[in-house]
């Protein structure tokens, strides 16, 4: 038996870089993207459902096989192939004119100058960063930052 006590060691680097991986800009934005991306898809099926497929059975002639024919008894739904390419296309539009083409502006922008890029890191706070990840790998504890009226960094 252990005189002492099992438990889960989990290093503070391994928490803080965890942390750091979670909170990073790119995978926020990747977990709201693929939460507003399935609210749209259940929106936009729920068009094509209601609307665009009983139009497309009006179209092709109404009642039960509107938008089907049957060769041989099998049925060819060509409605809801229609129904569905009707849906991609629009999703495809609105994803463009909302996403795409302001990112694409932005872009071209921040090219030409007209607007600000993300700011970047001061030169101390680059020198901080340099610093702890020296003592870091001496295997030294970071140390906290300075505070006012203390030496230099």
Do not use: H
């Amino acid at each position: 038996m252990l005189d002492r006590p099992c438990r889960v060691w989990v290093d503070d680097a391994v928490l803080k870089g965890f942390k750091d991986f979670l909170l990073r800009g790119n995978v926020v934005e990747l977990a709201v993207a693929v939460v507003i991306g399935a609210a749209f898809t259940a929106v936009v099926n729920q068009f094509a459902e209601s609307f665009l497929t009983p139009l497309v059975g009006l179209v092709g002639g109404g009642g039960q096989l509107g938008g089907a024919f049957e060769v041989d008894q099998q049925v060819f739904a060509w409605g809801a192939f229609v129904s569905q390419v009707i849906t991609f296309v629009l999703t495809a539009a609105i994803i463009y004119l909302l996403v795409v083409l302001p990112m694409k502006t932005l872009v071209e922008r921040r090219a030409r100058g007209e607007e600000p890029g993300p700011a970047q890191p001061t030169q101390v706070e680059l020198l901080v960063e340099i610093r702890d990840l020296l003592r870091a790998r001496q295997g030294a504890a970071p140390a906290q930052a300075p505070s006012r009226g203390s030496g230099p960094v």
